[in-house]
């Protein structure tokens, strides 16, 4: 037999009701002005086609060297082509004194009527995609122009704006915090909510190295490149060791360029590519926030 339980409820403690928490609330910010975003969309097309056009130039003598002559057999990069014991044509890529076979991809690759042809990088990598080599100079040099003018357009308006020393030139907090920010991007981790809208610092040194190292160098060294330049550059020409450093220098650059566009992609991926895409199209960002009655806090890049 069970007995009863009797309970005195004036006895019991008051229960304390908490509210249910609030679902964080979804703001659109006004993050990139229209200047920035046609600015920003330029460069896209610029770089993309000096790229492509770039390569067509390149595969006219596909190697580089150091100094200020280009000696067959002091070739520090080269890709070659040449045919084996059973007639086939075998593409290299030498490094040094280090050679890789690289057919399909590099030396040699299949032209417009799908047989084999020695060419440093594929046609679907160049603009055009035929061996044009005047073309060629012709789509490089007026984007490089387009480039040029572009730069300077934005470097303009952000210190009119104030855009370096804002959003990019790092603060003595942002120094204190680089360990941890290298750990979260390996991690995989990004700010959430008004935190967002900062560039970290590891953000801000790649803008900048992008801009005043990348940008400034590509371009000083596509100029010393020229022979008609080298009577004004010649200072810089002998500064980087003679026009073939120059053009070594403007090739590895071009790379670093591309890295820097990949990784950048990458991490648009990730962190929500809608949501980048459209800050960058139509300059609204979404973000979350704890208190929805909040207004951001921070100002938008502009």
């Known amino acids: 037999m069970t007995t009863p339980i009797v309970v005195d409820s ?12 609030a679902a964080p609330s979804r703001q659109l910010v006004y993050r990139h002005t229209l200047p920035i975003r046609i600015m920003h969309w330029i460069n896209v097309i610029a770089i993309s086609l000096m790229l492509f056009s770039g390569l067509q130039i390149f595969n006219a003598h596909p190697n580089l060297y150091w100094g200020n002559r280009s000696d067959q057999g002091r070739e520090w990069l080269a890709l070659d082509a040449h045919q084996n014991a059973a007639g086939n044509l075998v593409g290299t890529t030498r490094v040094g004194r280090h050679s890789f076979v690289t057919t399909g991809v590099l030396g040699v690759s299949k032209g417009s009527d799908g047989t084999p042809e020695a060419r440093g990088f594929p046609s679907w990598l160049t603009v055009p995609s035929s061996g044009w080599l005047a073309m ?11 480039f040029v003018l572009n730069g300077l357009c934005y470097v303009g308006y952000s210190l009119a704006r104030k855009h370096f020393q804002r959003d990019l030139w790092p603060t003595r907090g942002d120094w204190r915090g680089i360990g941890r920010s290298v750990l979260d991007h390996l991690r995989f ?3 959430h909510g008004i935190e967002a809208l900062r560039y970290n610092i590891l ?28 009577a004004v550059l010649s200072p810089l020409v002998e500064a980087v060791g003679g026009r073939q450093s120059a053009r070594t220098i ?29 800050g960058m199209i139509t300059g609204y960002y979404k973000i979350e926030s704890d208190k929805p009655d909040e207004p951001p806090r921070e100002r938008p890049h502009d």
Do not use: T
């Open 10 to 21: 004036d006895a019991l403690p008051p229960v304390q009701l908490q509210a249910p928490a």
């Open 203 to 230: 953000q801000r040194l790649a803008y900048l190295i992008v801009i005043c190292v990348f940008g400034v160098g590509i371009v000083l060294m596509g100029l010393a490149m020229s022979p008609r330049m080298d």
């Open 189 to 191: 981790k990004h700010p």
């Open 250 to 278: 403007h090739f590895i650059i071009a790379w670093a360029f591309v890295a820097f566009v990949l990784i950048h992609v990458f991490e648009v991926l990730i962190s929500g590519v809608f949501n980048q895409l459209r």
């Open 136 to 146: 060629g100079r012709r789509w490089h040099f007026f984007f490089a122009w387009v």
